[in-house]
């Protein structure tokens, strides 16, 4: 299992570009997110996904959207990058079940925007 | 809604203990504990479930105290591998199983 993959590793953008983050999963897994982490910020949650054509806001969705076709694929869409959204960003999935289970995350993506 | 933790930096020499709380003020129903080191992504610890289980791992474990909706980790014999940031992330009930993550705590572990 290749687990969760991330592309691209790092990215620059000028500002007002458009680019989509690629994540993909290979564990079947109904859950899937995605995070940006910031100094001192921790992990904020920007859009999640509990299943194929089922998606919904975190906590910092503004600037981004998502989309999800099919269980492996999850993209994450910057309509119109800023330097604010400079930031690594992280995917992360895990299994839906009645219980909790562990998350796996992504390699991440190091985004700047100028 | 976000989990507070603390201390928000610890430093250890080696062979030190260290213990890292996570607190809500909502009624948790799991705690999961990731470790992040420098430029790498989360790895994942331990999850706690609601019904304060106590997990451990090698020298690592961590509680889950439901009346104080708190769970702490504990790191025994801290080796120079412990470093990195930790970070507790926690679901609650009806929340669609969103993980809210804490601001991390920074351990640094010296010879």
């Known amino acids: 299992n290749a687990g969760v993959t991330q592309t691209p590793k790092f990215q620059v953008l000028k500002t007002g570009q458009s680019m989509t983050l690629q994540c993909a999963q290979d564990?079947?897994?109904?859950?899937m997110s995605w995070y940006r982490q910031d100094p001192g910020m921790g992990l904020r949650l920007i859009h999640y996904?509990?299943?194929?054509?089922?998606?919904d806001q975190g906590e910092v969705p503004n600037g981004y959207n998502v989309s999800r076709s099919t269980t492996e694929d999850f993209p994450l869409r910057l309509l119109s990058a800023a330097p604010s959204q400079t930031s690594v960003y992280f995917c992360?999935?895990?299994?839906?079940?009645?219980?909790?289970?562990?998350?796996?995350f992504g390699p991440g993506t190091r985004l700047t925007v100028t | 809604q976000q989990p507070v933790q603390s201390p928000q930096a610890v430093i250890l020499r080696e062979g030190e203990d260290a213990v890292i709380n996570c607190s809500s003020s909502?009624?948790?129903?799991?705690v999961h504990w990731y470790r992040q080191k420098h430029g790498e992504a989360p790895v994942f610890l331990m999850i706690?479930?609601?019904g304060g289980e106590q997990k451990g791992h090698d020298k690592i474990s961590a509680s889950f105290n439901e009346k104080k909706q708190q769970s702490s980790l504990y790191l025994t014999a801290s080796q120079l591998s412990y470093s990195g940031t930790y970070f507790c992330?926690?679901?609650?009930?009806?929340?669609?199983?969103?993980?809210?993550w804490g601001l991390g705590t920074s351990l640094a572990v010296n010879p």
């Open positions: 992360a999935s895990r299994r839906m079940a009645i219980t909790s289970y562990e998350q796996y």
């Open positions: 564990m079947n897994h109904e859950y």
């Open positions: 996904s509990v299943g194929a054509g089922i998606t």
């Open positions: 909502k009624a948790l129903y799991s």
């Open positions: 706690l479930l609601k």
């Open positions: 992330g926690t679901e609650t009930a009806g929340n669609n199983r969103k993980l809210i």
